[in-house]
Nanobody
Framework: QVQLVESEGGLVEAGGSLKLSCAAS????????MGWYRQIPGKLRELVAV???????NYADSVKGRFTASRDNAKMTVALQMNSLKPEDTAAYYC?????????????WGQGTLVAVSS
């Protein structure tokens, strides 16, 4: 079974930093895109950052210059370093990956982790 397991989020003061990590496991042959999304209650899930298998990174405009995504293909992990956090960054953050596994091409999501930023 292919799964993504995220690290714990947390409560941070505005201006602070937090790092999320996510590890993939299971019968995975390769991972294509891997990245992070977030969802605020009552709103649609939105892209935060996604990294292609070749290393290209796409960030949401709202996090450019503050968040840094990184990926380790050998370890099948992706991380999100979040700096200069703002209250509007409060959301559930989800790791996601497009994988090629023994069951075929799969879109896999983590369970989500809550990040809360206090003003």
């Amino acid at each position: 079974q292919v799964q993504l397991v995220e690290s714990e989020g947390g409560l941070v003061e505005a201006g602070g930093s937090l790092k999320l990590s996510c590890a993939a496991s299971g019968s995975i042959f390769s991972i294509k895109d891997m990245g992070w999304y977030r969802q605020i209650p009552g709103k649609l899930r939105e892209l935060v950052a996604v990294i292609t298998s070749s290393g290209s990174i796409n960030y949401a405009d709202s996090v450019k210059g503050r968040f840094t995504a990184s990926r380790d293909n050998a370890k099948m992990t992706v991380a999100l370093q979040m700096n200069s956090l703002k209250p509007e960054d409060t959301a559930a953050y989800y790791c996601a990956a497009d994988v090629i596994a023994d069951l075929g091409d799969l879109e896999v999501w983590g369970q989500g982790t809550l990040v809360a930023v206090s003003s």
